[in-house]
C-alpha cells in the first residue's frame, strides 16, 4: 500500500512564497504521475499542478500558471510544490495524489493514492 505524506504548509502573507513536500513510501514512485489539489472550505477539490512519472510534462490551472512550479525527484520519491506570489484565494487544504500514469494526469479519478492534506493559508 502506497503512502503520501505532505509536508510545508503554514500561513504566510500575500505575496510570499511556500514550498510543499509530498514523501512517497514504497518503490511504486518511479511508475507514478504525481499531482498536487487543494480544496477550499464549501468547494471541491481541484488540480493545481500535474507532472508525468518521468517529470517531462506539466499541467497547471490557469489560477496558478507563473506562479506555482511542480518538481519532482525520483531518487528521494519527492514531489515539490513551490508556490509564490501566493494570494489570499489560494487558502485550502494542499493534497499530493499518485495516478498510475506515464503521462500527466488531469482528471481527479484517474489518482489511486492522496496524502492526508496539508493546510495552507494566505493571509492579506
Known amino acids: 500500500q502506497a503512502q503520501l505524506v505532505e509536508s510545508g504548509g503554514g500561513l504566510v502573507q500575500a505575496g510570499g512564497s511556500l514550498r510543499l513536500s509530498c514523501v512517497a513510501s514504497?518503490?511504486?514512485?518511479?511508475?507514478?504521475?504525481m499531482g498536487w489539489f487543494r480544496q477550499a472550505p464549501g468547494k471541491e477539490r481541484d488540480l493545481v499542478a500535474a507532472?508525468?512519472?518521468?517529470?517531462?510534462?506539466?499541467h497547471y490551472a490557469d489560477s496558478v500558471k507563473g506562479r506555482f512550479t511542480i518538481s519532482r525527484d525520483n531518487a528521494e520519491n519527492t514531489v515539490y510544490l513551490q508556490m509564490n506570489s501566493l494570494k489570499p484565494e489560494d487558502t485550502a487544504v494542499y493534497y499530493c495524489a499518485a495516478a498510475l500514469h506515464t503521462t500527466v494526469a488531469i482528471f481527479r479519478a484517474e489518482y489511486s493514492y492522496w496524502g492526508q492534506g496539508t493546510q495552507v493559508t494566505v493571509s492579506s
Open positions: 507532472m508525468s512519472w518521468s517529470g517531462v510534462s506539466t
Open positions: 514504497g518503490s511504486f514512485f518511479n511508475n507514478y504521475a
